[in-house]
């Protein structure tokens, strides 16, 4: 099971990924009960991204590497209106504009477009983005409320913001230090301000206006993923060696929320004749864990070893 999107009427879905050449299956639902409204099945192997549109009447969904494929299902009837190959190069990335069913973006390796949906013809038309002599992979993207510009992180390690209506390079940062091992994650604080996610464990507050930084902090592991708290005043950082921090936005003080192995467990075993903790062994660490609420009491590590 891979990405899931959450709609505007408590829909979600969610992807079921397949073997090379047999059909990848999307399942809509809902979200208070489960019941599942849709299975969707066009793309071969892999789904690669998919997002609702803003009145969650139409799913789009992006094919991976093998398929490539934009596909725009109608969630009435659940089925596919069209499916125009996404680029030339790999698509990574697809989203709809905040305010129109009919306009959405794909982006990927070295591509980005806007598409124009228009249902009585039964047809997407892409209209690439001019970026000039730039090339970049894009990696994740966020657009503004407004619809006027488009911020999309790229594995080089800087922000490259689109003029929307003008399809249009309009400014790319930070100017003096790019986030090394690319921008990972990537969304808006309530103020208008990005929060970005490095692949070097760098979160920073980047103005969106100027893309200037404006705060910092480093945490262990790659930035995997960023979510505001309902009261806009702080985040969670989710990172690739399974831990996840609660940050403070005015200030960046930040806590472990949790933490456990990021790498497969070749072992679990509990004390002689006690059952209240028991001890787990995987890559680089072993823990001890609390078992009647699964909190951890303490963590060993071995740099560079396989614990069994």
């Known amino acids: 099971l891979s990405p899931v999107c959450l709609g505007s ?3 979600a879905a969610s992807i079921n990924a397949e073997y090379m050449g047999f059909p990848a299956e999307v399942i809509v639902w809902k979200v208070e009960d489960g019941e ?3 299975r969707l099945k066009l793309h071969k192997g892999k789904i690669q991204s998919l997002d609702f549109s ?13 398929d490539n494929k934009v596909v725009i299902w109608n969630l009435t009837t659940g089925d596919a209106i069209c499916g125009p190959t996404a680029a030339n190069d790999s698509a990574l990335l697809i989203k709809y504009y905040n305010k129109s069913d009919d306009l959405l973006v794909t982006a990927g390796k070295y591509n980005l477009r806007s598409w124009s949906f228009d249902l009585t013809n039964r047809k997407i038309r892409p209209t690439d983005c001019k970026l000039g002599q730039l090339k970049r992979v894009v990696q994740c993207l966020v657009i503004d409320r407004e619809d006027n510009y488009m911020y999309c992180g790229t594995l080089s390690g800087d922000v490259l913001k689109i003029a929307l209506q003008a399809k249009l390079f309009h400014a790319s940062g930070p100017v003096k230090r790019k986030f090394s091992r690319g921008v990972q994650s990537i969304i808006f604080d309530f103020n208008g301000n990005l929060l970005i996610g490095g692949g070097d464990g760098v979160v920073a507050l980047v103005n969106s206006e100027t893309l200037k930084v404006l705060r910092t902090l480093k945490l262990e592991g790659m930035i995997t993923s960023l979510s505001l708290n309902k009261a806009g005043d702080h985040f969670f950082v989710g990172t690739s060696l399974s ?29 002689s004749g006690y059952s209240e903790l028991f001890v787990t062994a995987s890559v680089n660490d072993i823990r001890v864990w609390h078992s009647r609420n699964q909190n951890e009491l303490l963590r060993i590590q071995v740099p560079n070893l396989t614990l069994a």
């Open 54 to 66: 803003p009145s969650s009447k139409y799913l789009a969904t992006l094919g991976g590497e093998d």
């Open 36 to 38: 599942v409204l849709h």
């Open 9 to 11: 009427l408590r829909r």
């Open 243 to 271: 831990c996840s921090y609660l940050v403070a936005l005015d200030t960046f003080e930040f806590e472990l929320r949790s933490s456990s192995h990021f790498g497969r467990i070749n072992d679990v075993a509990y004390p």
